[in-house]
């Protein structure tokens, strides 16, 4: 069974920063497209950014740009979510989730990707 642990979750104060990790229960870790997600209270879940199985592309939501940067790290199955300068928007519980393909066209919705995470909680106070 395929599994995605996602930690580093927390609270933070306003401006300050958090990385997030997820690791894979995935043979072939390196063909999946990673995505991470984010749904607040009372809110759509909404994507916040990609990266492709190697590594080498990578996309973000407009919320994140400049700010969020993701990475992966394929020979520990995981892949990361470095957040600085956050705010009280950015509180939200944070998925990760794998797509069996290396780049996913449709990476912002969430039917492009096969297994998710149980979400880890981040909390901004103002």
């Known amino acids: 069974q395929v599994q995605l642990v996602e930690s580093g979750g927390g609270l933070v104060q306003a401006g300050g920063s958090l990385r997030l990790s997820c690791t894979a229960s995935?043979?072939?870790?390196?063909?999946?497209?990673m995505g991470w997600f984010r749904q607040a209270p009372g809110k759509d879940r909404e994507s916040v950014a990609f990266?492709?199985?190697?590594?080498?592309?990578?996309y973000y939501a407009a919320s994140g740009q400049g700010r969020f940067t993701i990475s992966r790290d394929n020979a520990k199955n995981t892949v990361f979510l470095q957040m600085n300068s956050l705010n009280a928007e950015d509180t939200a519980i944070y998925y990760c989730?794998?797509?069996?393909?290396?780049?996913?066209?449709?990476?912002?919705?969430?039917?492009?990707?096969?297994?998710w995470g149980q979400g880890t909680q981040v909390t901004v106070s103002s």
């Open positions: 989730a794998a797509g069996f393909s290396s780049l996913i066209t449709g990476w912002t919705m969430s039917r492009s990707y096969d297994y």
């Open positions: 995935l043979r072939t870790f390196s063909r999946y497209g």
């Open positions: 990266i492709s199985g190697s590594g080498a592309t990578t």
